[in-house]
Structures are given as C-alpha cells and as structure tokens.
C-alpha cells in the first residue's frame, strides 16, 4: 500500500523559508518521479514542482528561482526548499507521483501559512 506523509509546514512571515519533507513507503521510491503540488483555500489543486527518478527538475513559473526541490532515494523522502515565501504562497502541500499523480496517493498535506 502507498503511503506519501508530508511534514515541514508552519506559519512563517513574509520572505521566510521553510523545508517540507514528503516520507514515501509501499513505493519504490528510486523509480518513481515525484511532484509537489499545493492547494490555496477557494482555488484548485496546483502543480509546484517536479523531480524525476534521474533527479531532473521543473518549476511553476510562480516558485521559479525561490523554491528548490530534491530527493534522497535512500531515505525514500522528497523535499521542497521553499525561500523568499509570499502570502500568495499559502497552501496546503502535498506531494504525489507525476506524471499523472495517483488518486490513492494523496496524503494529509502540510499547511503552510505565510503572513504578510
């Protein structure tokens, strides 16, 4: 059974970082391309970043230069280091497979809140 488990969020002001983490277990992990994706309240689900099993990235234009993704195969953990946040960045985060994520992959998410 897949199980991805995000953690790393929290409340940060404007300009702040923080690192969130995605824990991948009943997958193997190395194999897998990943993708961290995030949803705001009223708006749909967003794609934020992707990384393939080859460790290749790709950005929204809306994270580019800010964010940086990465994985570590042998902790089976992504992470998302996220810089220079914005209010415009609050969310909830979560991470799944990509291309396309699995529907029984989607986990709690972690919130991240950025105050202005």
């Known amino acids: 059974q897949v199980q991805l488990v995000e953690s790393g969020g929290g409340l940060v002001q404007a300009g702040g970082s923080l690192r969130l983490s995605c824990a991948a277990s009943?997958?193997?992990?190395?194999?897998?391309?990943m993708g961290w994706f995030r949803q705001a309240p009223g708006k749909s689900r967003e794609w934020v970043a992707g990384?393939?099993?080859?460790?290749?990235?790709n950005y929204a234009d809306s994270v580019k230069g800010r964010f940086t993704i990465s994985r570590d195969n042998a902790k089976n953990t992504m992470y998302l280091q996220m810089n220079q946040l914005k209010p415009e960045d609050t969310a909830v985060y979560y991470c799944?497979?990509?291309?396309?994520?699995?529907?029984?992959?989607w986990g709690q998410g972690t919130q991240v809140t950025v105050s202005s």
């Open positions: 799944n497979f990509q291309p396309p994520p699995r529907v029984d992959a």
């Open positions: 009943g997958v193997i992990f190395r194999i897998s391309d």
């Open positions: 990384i393939t099993r080859a460790g290749g990235t």
